[in-house]
Structures are given as C-alpha cells and as structure tokens.
C-alpha cells in the first residue's frame, strides 16, 4: 500500500478512529452509508473512510482518471457515488460542507502517499476543493 498514517490520538481524535475502526470491522468490504448517519458530526468518520479508500484506490491511476480524460474504473465510481451520498446527506441535515471537509481535513492530516496521483488526490482535498473535483462517472452541463 503506498499510503502511510502516522497515527496520533490527541483529545477528541480517539472517538473518531475507534469509530472508523469499528466501521470498518463490522462490514469488511462494505462502504458506510451516510443515509444512516443522523448528525453533521456523524458524516465526518464516514468522510474519513471516503478519502482513506480513495487514496487506495487512486495509487497506481494515472492522473487522467482524477481529470475525467479516462474512464473511471468500478472501484472508484463506487467512491465517487459515497462521496455524493456524503455531500446529498450533508445537504439535508443542514451541514456546512466547508466545516465537515475541514473536519475531515484534521482526521486524515498524517495520511500522505507516495503514488503522485493520491498525493495529488490529498492535495486537493487539502486545498478545500474536494466537491469541485472533476471525478464523475457522469457528464453535466449547467446552463448560465
């Protein structure tokens, strides 16, 4: 795997990674389902466990799937879909997305990859741009 965590622990972070880690304990292979998640606070595991697995998935992609220039192989699609029912979720219970992104911004501050394209992944995500990412399994046109 070519992304490191350097795991901390410090105050409030501790519930959060026990959460994760139960996530991801009780349904191996299963993506969270943010339709189930009741609170703002609730949506950030759910968004840690996005990015942990989109970085996974986007080593060894070439940049053109982050760019929509390729086709976006299933795995990632499936991310892509989380990543809308996170923003939809986020949407109907009020949330700030600029408050949940900075969350889980904090939450995955020590992941960092070798692969350039999931670094560049993290950088964008970093840079608070997440919802405006290219990666679509989809083409839409807004009108002005």
Do not use: K, W
């Not at 109907?92 to 969350?103: F, K, M, Q, S, T």
């Not at 999931?118 to 009108?143: C, E, K, N, Q, Y």
């Amino acid at each position: 795997m070519s992304a490191t965590r350097h795991m901390r622990f410090p105050g409030r972070l501790l519930p959060a990674v026990v959460l994760v880690t139960a996530l991801a304990a009780c349904s191996p292979g299963a993506l969270p389902q943010p339709v189930e998640v009741e609170t703002c606070d609730g949506l950030v595991p759910v968004g840690v466990v996005y990015v942990e697995r989109m970085v996974e998935a986007l080593a060894g992609r070439s940049l053109g799937v982050i760019t929509g220039e390729e086709p976006v192989p299933p795995e990632i699609a499936e991310l892509i879909d989380l990543g809308r029912e996170l923003d939809l979720r986020a949407s109907r219970l009020g949330c700030d997305p600029v408050v949940i992104n900075a969350a889980v911004n904090v939450e995955t501050a020590d992941l960092q990859s070798d692969d350039p394209v999931a670094a560049h992944f993290l950088d964008i995500l970093r840079a608070g741009v997440v919802a405006g990412l290219p990666l679509t399994t989809s083409t839409t046109t807004v009108a002005s």
